[in-house]
């Protein structure tokens, strides 16, 4: 007696070589492997890396550009922060400007010349909320307290004075 036919055999899969994303677009752009060398190392075909990095050669096609482009960035960044000044002392734009967008470009560029001449950037509104804060907790009633603000030292100390609640009220 014949039974009905057995089941077909089950396919035979080979494993899946996976493409660790982040690690082959790190040989591609900082080690400068080619395609090929990328799927050899990972085990998929050229076809695979090239479907997986897509995305990202459209950004930068060519490692060496990427490479040139890190090694000059501070040159460029410094390049780009000129025209940008350029555009901000520039009458007929500063006429067109709002005056938050005036007031953001101030402060911006204000922050960046303390940062540069190693001025802090904390804003001394905060250091008074501070010292408030610590007078409404006992530590300092009534009294004036240095304040280190990462300009001035020991021989010319500047000195919060501790605001009444009224004033900040």
Known sequence: ??????PPAAPVSKPINRINLAKALKLRLV????????????GVTKQSVDQALARFSRLCADPDIAHAYEQSRPALLSAVEEQMLQSLVD?????KASLGNV???????SQLRRLESG??????????????ADKRL????????????????AETPIVARVVEDSEVE
Do not use: C, W
């Open 103 to 109: 007031a953001y470009a101030l402060t911006q560029v």
């Open 91 to 95: 009458p007929a734009k500063v006429e």
């Open 119 to 132: 001025q802090s950037t904390v804003n001394g509104a905060f250091v008074n909320l501070v010292i408030l």
């Open 31 to 42: 080690n400068r492997l080619s395609v090929p060398e990328i799927a050899a190392h990972f």
């Open 138 to 153: 006992g530590k300092h009633p009534n009294k004036q307290i240095p304040v280190d603000d990462g300009v001035h030292n």
């Open 1 to 6: 007696m014949h039974g009905s036919p057995p």
